[in-house]
């Protein structure tokens, strides 16, 4: 038995197996009536004229660092607030987007998190509740267990942040 290895790209749709010839050959034919049975997306190279524009990206970039310095405090691994969010929702976010952005630290632990917030003046909280939430809300993703947890934003968590963080910033003198 030789094992078989096909790797193609049909449009924006990956097909990639290793196997027995006959093994890669039935899957690579399911894959073909799968992608046969989607419809036909066309790339839209010109907005239509009755519909606006977002004029502000969700990508990290759009918030120039300036703005976000307003916001955030960093001293080496503690990221803290400079303002009070509406929520400890909010404020759990806040740190999480700090983290990512001032120490490209996608997925802090949960001591990381807590020292942010108590350096940011919350005391005693149970962000563990907080981040299950979250995540249960699909804005955060938690990997590892017990007390190796991480917390990384997911990009719905990513876009509801850009959200506060702009509302925040319009609030500031």
């Known amino acids: ?19 027995a010839v006959e ?22 190279t010109t907005a239509p004229e009755d519909q606006e524009i977002n004029p502000q990206p969700t990508t990290p970039q759009s918030i120039s660092k300036s703005n ?9 691994r503690i990221i803290s607030l400079t303002i009070s969010p509406s929520s400890d929702v909010d404020a759990v976010l806040l740190i999480l987007y700090g983290q990512r952005h001032y120490r490209n630290n996608e997925s802090p632990t949960g001591s ?7 350096q940011s003046g919350y005391r005693e909280m149970r962000i563990g509740r907080i981040l299950a939430s979250l ?21 719905q968590g990513l876009i509801r942040t850009e959200g506060i963080v702009r509302d925040a910033l319009a609030k500031l003198p």
């Open 1 to 19: 038995m030789s094992d078989y290895r096909l790797k193609i790209k049909i449009g924006d749709h990956e097909f990639e197996a290793e196997g």
């Open 23 to 44: 093994a890669v050959q039935t899957q690579f034919e399911m894959f073909k009536d799968l992608i046969a049975g989607l419809p036909n997306r066309k790339p839209e």
């Open 68 to 76: 976000l310095d307003r916001i955030f405090r960093s001293e080496r």
């Open 112 to 118: 990381e998190i807590l020292d942010g917030l108590e």
């Open 135 to 155: 995540s249960s809300e699909g804005a955060v993703i938690i990997t590892g267990r017990h007390r190796g947890k991480r917390y990384r934003l997911t990009n």
